[in-house]
């Protein structure tokens, strides 16, 4: 199967969710009140001008640099991010559930705090088993997020051999997709992890050097800075809204 020629992927903008959760950690709060469902959590003011500073990197770039498709979370904050990036480029859109958020399951909603103080034992459990393998009920372990990206770039790579591709996602994702380009290990993903704090509209991509995809770029938000939207960058919390 041929390697793909470019691979983007753009974390979404500030969402109200993220603001929320920030306020609720930084506050000691157990609980962050979030009235929405995951899945309609939408960009704050701020994102929205992250993601129109996204779209004027874009297209800023020359027509063989461009990419030619955007894979996107159906989520309302990663649909408004790739709208707002995209408009007037013309480039193909195709929405894939494959790529939404990671699914928490009994601690959505919860702070760190809210995790220790309500479910001692989920949280002794994601001590013992680790981020990326441990799931906590009705959710998904990084584990499991894994399996649905290697089916989408699975048919990825088959329906744009040697094209140009950008995935609009989310923090999970993000991390997720460099440990399958580059082939990391779990503790090399960890450590990535921890020492990473990944800004919303941060671009990163890996270029095919004729064998394989290579590092190009990651967690980059000097276009935020160029174009006047502050970078936001968001600690690893219990929720990636």
């Not at 995951?38 to 993601?51: H, Y």
């Not at 090399?188 to 990944?198: C, G, V």
Request: net charge negative.
């Amino acid at each position: 199967m041929a390697e793909l020629q470019w691979l983007g992927v753009i974390r979404h903008g500030q969402s109200t969710g993220n603001v929320l959760a920030q306020q609720a950690e930084a506050g000691g709060l157990e609980e962050i009140a979030i009235p929405e469902r995951d899945a309609d959590v939408p960009l704050s003011e701020l994102g929205r001008e992250q993601a129109q500073a996204v779209g004027r990197w874009i297209t800023g770039l020359t027509a063989e640099q461009r990419p030619q498709v955007a894979v996107v979370s159906p989520y309302l904050r990663t649909r408004q991010t790739a709208e707002l990036a995209l408009a007037g480029t013309g480039i193909q859109v195709v929405y894939d559930e494959r790529l939404r958020d990671r699914e928490l399951g009994v601690i959505d909603l919860l702070t760190t705090r809210g995790v220790e103080a309500r479910l001692p034992l989920e949280a002794a459990r994601r001590r013992r088993l680790g981020k990326f393998y441990y799931r906590p009920p009705g959710g998904e372990s990084w584990a499991d997020v894994l399996l649905r990206l290697r089916s989408l770039f699975g048919d990825v790579r088959a329906a744009y051999p040697g094209g140009r591709v950008v995935l609009f996602g989310h923090e999970a994702i993000v991390m997720l997709v460099r440990y399958l380009v580059e082939g990391l290990d779990e503790a090399s993903l960890l450590a990535l992890a921890r020492a990473t704090a990944l800004g919303n509209c941060s671009i990163s991509s890996w270029r095919c050097d004729g064998q394989r995809l290579r590092p190009e770029r990651f967690n980059d938000v000097d276009h935020l800075h160029r174009e006047g939207a502050p970078a936001t960058r968001q600690e690893d919390v219990s929720a990636d809204v």
